[in-house]
């Protein structure tokens, strides 16, 4: 084997010529790590094909826990329910339980346990003629009561029938209340199904419970607190435990005990845990990230196309045909998994060079004979053909992107996102979002940006507040009152109030002074009061890069390539700082303008002993409280390349602005 | 640190329990309990240290440690969980008893076998439990004591969906402390239970009075009386509570679930006497007013026929839509009626406050639509004393001149817009963009630009107008170029 090192242009590159592929990946694992951090690796095997191994293998990764098995459990389990309701029978779901149903059983398995029909829930009276019923939901009060009202008029009508509800993930006491004072209690059998989650790719496991961010962090209501306890708890029963867990954030600490006495209750075998580490974060410990516009593709192509459940529906316009096509987007698609996580001034050029590569590959068949084509076909065809048809769809979606994203008002909030981030201009940056609000342009980007200024800045100064909102009022409608006292109660959109010691020395000042002083000193205070923890914390964090530096987006140095360079997300910046430190130890003063609720815990046991350089320490588990956009996926991915490990995550939802903005719009009945 | 045998005080408490389980001894029990609980709240610490197998420091570092496969584990059903979740320094044991049928007893037997158990043998153990769930408990527990079990016992049962009674909470003391034993469990399904029992058991201005002090449990009832649609106790509640803002904004929500425009309005028109925020009480007087204004301007143009409505017949119903939605409306529909009438912008404008911004934007929106541009003019002309008239705008004309072109309007007329822009180098790519000629070469002409006027000559057709006048320029001798 030869190995051989240089530098060109200040990359890294390493060549690597060997006799065949096993002895490359015997010099990929022994102790002393080959290839260097930051080293582009070139491999040459003597038949003298060149594996580019860009820098995504530079350490052996560690391998992941296959989750299937998840599936498989909540698949079976299903299974056993509908089997708890013998014979023929009509399946009613709820409308956000279909897709994660789809992605772990089909119409066939439940056919196959004598379901007749299977409707959505619509709240509405139904047409089935079954005499067995049975809805899959989640536990909703307001579905309970459809159910109620079914049952009754029912009974009203002479007509007998069997019902049965399964909650999923678990049912509620306050769903059973209602069922109990429908006079329906009795009539219907109730089971749950603990579908607590749903791999929606090799690292990335869901919980798919979108509410969970509004029911916690708006509503303040629990009820989803043991629930993320026991997808933990799930989780280690299936994988083995862990040997450390740190986390942020009250909900983090809650789910933590939650899942601590379920672990005491249980009997969990000490096996050889398949992840070690385990990090929770709540959601309200950065919400700037998850507001910033995403440019990673595959944060992108969610932010446009929505991506539900892992998969995508691609309209005409990217297809170029008369019809949409489904895709599923995760690792097991070769040419998706190449561009996910680049940035997406990068993804045309791959694309393009992608596409030639092809050219050849098919223009191999030239000059063949009749063996080496029939060798060609069953060897390679099937396998171009797919990579063909995968990668005319991501260009077409490249250039759907390109033209929503080239306009204009892009590059402009573009720019003062950045500038936010920054701190630099403000008054620009109001101007800009006020002009946007008052041509009336997307209702979300609109409030996107203002709490992105209220964030960035610690709140808005009194006369802003009012006049944005009420210019806001204007032009989206006035039943947004409710939002900006959603947006308020939740601390996303609020107006610069004096600190509370200033109060008190307003209050005395103005015994001496008269009124219109007064005034005038408040001002002065609310000025002084300007003080913003996300600049103080990025600041120490170093989270917004020096503006003038050029950042190499084909080369990343850091998390902030997912923002274009202009910010480092918060969320994974405290993952990767807490890592390094193994604890909160030096990050106090952070922590402090968090408002705290951190914690490091570390199993006791042997567990400390096995604690070696196996695979399983490094790989570490980040649960999201409340949802984790895709580019924060693409940053820790790229902290793990960095690092030598893996990340998995687990998050309630995947959450995007959008949604999380629309969580909080109360415009609607 | 040593360790305490779970064991050991699993036993310890069973036979206790069993010692005092018969009927007549109900009281004796639970005093015990209260004691012990009394005792135990004073020791905290020391107790802390016999049965540490969590002691862990929520500061950072570990204290002492956690073992996490203890099997069949029953803790001290001591718990300090009374505390507030951010003042603990350690978290102290919580007791659970015996496993219930949560999802980890499935997987018993997958170590044991080495292999995945077929689920359906498992299942049906479960489910056995779950229908008759004291069967497979010590002798002990399966007596029919769940109505002697202390608050903190039977928030647990709950939270495991065993059986439990809460009959035996009736006085105010064990009810709140059964609500606290469900908040110190951090699980909002168990906390809204009790509230429902508390709800239905106790008189709403006590338990008004005592959730004041119990934020949490405030949270959750009033979560749980939204999603149940009690809206008139939730706005008891929040008067009780002296939230007066939020109970006005609770109350003003209900105009969403009103269909029929007329009942809105009148709704709306009750609501303005709610206790607003002085800057929402003016945003609901808008919204109550611009309904009014819409339900009138609706009626009468659902069966106007003027030139301009069945030239553009309206697409929708004005009804419910937003201010400036209404301004554009008017401005594309109403333009120069008289200031009196209800569906004039100049009306519009002055009742809801719209500034000079705004309006020369949508003015400028509905008027460069219809292709007006007369009208556009007009929008930005001022005349000074002396009688000259003058362009002026709020916007930047770089901004009037994208309206304009979004409306499709004559090079002539964006022309006149972009010469108006001041930024030379933001005019400049405005008549790039928009192939203004004359801009563009006078501009490289003022800017002495020889050789830009050169590069720009070769995009033009040859012996066009524009193509002359930059030869022109190109040959004037007295232009002093800077290339």
């Known amino acids: 084997m030869f190995v051989c090192r240089m530098k060109e242009n200040g990359r890294k590159l390493c060549f690597v010529r060997a006799s065949n592929m096993s002895v490359v990946k015997q010099a990929l694992t022994i102790a002393k790590p080959l290839p260097e951090k930051g080293e582009e690796v070139y491999i040459v095997v003597k038949s003298g094909i060149v594996l580019h191994m860009a820098q995504t293998e530079r350490r052996d990764a560690p391998e992941l826990p296959d989750f299937s098995l998840l599936k498989r459990i909540a698949r079976d389990q299903l299974i056993f329910l509908l089997e708890q309701l013998p014979g023929r029978k009509d399946l009613f779901i709820d409308a956000d339980l279909m ?237 998706f998994n190449e561009i996910r996580n680049e940035h997406f001034s990068n993804v045309f050029g791959f694309l393009s060079q992608k596409a030639k590569n092809l050219q050849t590959a098919y223009d191999k068949r030239r000059g063949m004979d009749i063996q080496q084509m029939k060798a060609f076909v069953a060897d390679e065809l099937k396998g171009l053909k797919q990579e063909h048809r995968l990668l005319s769809l991501h260009i077409g979606a490249c250039e759907s992107m390109m033209k929503k994203k080239t306009k204009q008002d892009f590059q402009e909030l573009l720019k003062t996102e950045h500038s936010l981030l920054e701190g630099f201009e403000i008054r620009e940056c109001i101007t800009c979002i006020e002009e946007h609000i008052n041509r009336q342009v997307s209702m979300i980007e609109s409030l996107r940006l203002l709490c992105l200024l209220s964030l960035t800045e610690n709140g808005l100064l009194s006369k802003d507040y009012r006049s944005l909102k009420a210019q806001y009022l204007q032009s989206y409608g006035i039943d947004h009152l409710l939002t900006f006292a959603n947006l308020r109660q939740l601390g996303v959109l609020v107006e610069q109030q004096p600190g509370e010691t200033l109060t008190v020395m307003e209050s005395k000042v103005g015994k001496l002074v008269n009124d219109k002083t007064v005034g005038k000193l408040t001002d002065a205070f609310s000025s002084l009061a300007k003080k913003s923890n996300f600049r103080a914390l990025s600041k120490r964090l170093a989270l917004v890069p020096k503006s003038g530096d050029e950042y190499d987006l084909r080369v990343p140095r850091d998390m902030a390539y997912i923002f274009s360079g202009a910010y480092i997300p918060l969320s994974c910046k405290l993952i990767e700082q807490v890592l390094e430190r193994d604890g909160w130890t030096g990050l106090e003063e952070v922590t402090r303008m968090l408002n705290g609720h951190e914690f490091a815990v570390t199993a006791g046991g042997n567990s400390s002993e096995a604690r070696t350089k196996t695979d399983a320490q490094r790989i570490i588990l980040v649960m999201f409280l409340g949802g984790c956009t895709y580019s924060e996926i693409s940053a820790l991915r790229f902290l793990g390349k960095e690092r030598g490990c893996r990340f998995i995550v687990l998050t309630t939802a995947i959450t995007s602005s959008a949604r999380l903005l629309e969580a909080l719009l109360d415009n609607h009945a | ?390 362009k002026k705008s709020p916007i930047g004309f770089h901004k009037v001149v994208d309206i304009l072109h979004k409306n499709n309007a004559p090079i002539s007329v964006l022309q006149e817009y972009v010469n108006l822009i001041d930024d030379t180098e933001v005019k400049l790519s405005m008549a790039l963009k928009y192939k203004c000629h004359d801009i563009v070469i006078n501009t490289y002409r003022d800017l002495k630009d020889r050789q830009q006027l050169v590069v720009y000559r070769a995009k033009l057709e040859r012996d066009s107008v524009e193509y002359r006048k930059v030869q022109e320029i190109l040959s004037n001798g007295q232009i002093r170029w800077k290339n």
């Open chain 1, 99 to 335: 897709s994660p149903l789809d992605r772990i059983a089909n119409v066939t398995i439940l056919k196959q346990h004598e379901v007749d029909k299977l409707y959505k829930v619509e709240l509405k009276p139904i047409v089935s003629i079954s005499d067995q019923l049975c809805f899959l939901i989640r536990p909703r009060i307001q579905t309970v009561k459809w159910i109620s009202d079914l049952v009754n008029s029912d009974k009203a009508a002479g007509r007998f029938r069997k019902y049965k509800i399964i909650f999923t993930p678990q049912k509620f006491y306050a769903c059973e209340t209602v069922l109990e004072e429908q006079g329906v209690y009795g009539y219907i059998t109730t089971d749950e199904w603990n579908f607590y989650i749903l791999p929606l790719d090799d690292d990335i496991l869901s919980l798919e419970l979108p509410e969970f961010f509004r029911d916690n962090f708006l509503e303040g209501d629990q009820r989803w607190v043991s629930t993320g306890g026991g997808a933990l708890h799930l989780l280690q029963s299936v994988y083995g435990s862990f040997s450390k867990v740190y986390g942020i954030g009250r909900c983090a600490k809650m789910v933590y005990e939650t899942w601590r006495e379920q672990m005491e209750d249980g009997d969990l075998r000490t096996k050889q845990p398949e992840f070690a580490k385990v990090f929770l974060i709540d959601r309200d410990v950065d919400f700037i990230t998850p507001l910033c516009s995403q440019v990673v593709y595959e944060g992108l192509v969610d932010d446009i196309f929505r991506i539900k459940c892992g998969s995508v529906e691609f309209g005409p316009d990217v297809t170029s045909s008369d019809k949409s096509i489904k895709v599923m987007l995760n690792s097991q698609d070769k040419v």
């Open chain 2, 1 to 390: 640190m040593t360790r305490a045998k779970p064991e050991d005080d699993e036993y310890w408490n069973r036979s206790k329990l069993k010692a005092f389980t018969f009927d007549d001894e109900d009281d004796e029990f639970s005093r015990l309990k209260e004691s012990k609980r009394t005792v135990n709240s004073l020791v905290m610490d020391d107790d802390d240290e016999e049965d540490d197998f969590e002691k862990v420091s929520w500061s950072g570092e570990p204290v002492g440690s956690i073992s996490w496969s203890v099997k069949e584990t029953a803790s001290s059903n001591r718990s300090g969980s009374e505390q507030g979740f951010p003042k603990i320094d350690t978290t102290s044991s919580l007791s659970k008893q015996g496993s219930g049928y949560s999802l980890s007893s499935l997987f018993r037997a997958k170590s044991k076998s080495g292999g995945f158990p077929s689920f359906s043998e498992s299942f049906s153990e479960t489910s056995i439990r779950t229908y008759a769930p004291e069967l497979r408990k010590p002798k002990s527990d399966r007596k029919n004591f769940v109505s002697d079990l202390s608050p903190e016992e039977t928030v647990r049962r709950m939270q495991k969906g065993r059986a439990y009674s809460l009959e035996k909470f009736r006085s105010l003391q064990d009810k709140l402390l059964l609500l606290d034993e469900a908040v110190a469990l951090y699980d909002g399904n168990v906390i809204a239970a009790v509230l429902i029992y508390l709800k239905t058991s106790l008189n709403k201005e006590i338990l008004f009075r005592e959730l004041m002090s119990r934020d949490v449990a405030l949270r959750h009832y009033v979560h749980y009386l939204k999603e149940m649609g009690e809206q008139k106790l939730l706005v008891e509640l929040l008067k009780a509570l002296g939230r007066t803002e939020d109970m006005a904004l609770m109350q003003y929500k209900e105009h969403l679930g009103i269909k029929d425009e007329g009942r809105r309005r009148d709704f709306l028109k009750s609501c303005l006497s709610l206790p607003f925020s002085q800057d929402d009480a003016t945003h609901v007087q808008d919204h109550y007013e611009l309904l009014e204004r819409q339900i009138i301007i609706e009626a009468s143009d659902k069966k106007a026929d003027g030139e301009i409505f069945k030239k553009f017949p309206r697409k929708a119903s004005i009804l419910n839509m937003p201010i400036i939605t209404t301004l554009y409306y008017s401005c594309f529909y109403h333009y120069g009626e008289s200031e009196g009438t209800y569906s004039s912008p100049a009306n519009i404008r002055k009742t809801f406050r719209i500034s000079e911004k705004q309006y020369i934007l949508t003015a400028l929106g509905a008027r460069a639509k219809l292709k007006l541009w007369f009208d556009v003019d007009s929008l930005f002309n001022t005349k000074n004393w002396l009688g000259y008239t003058k």
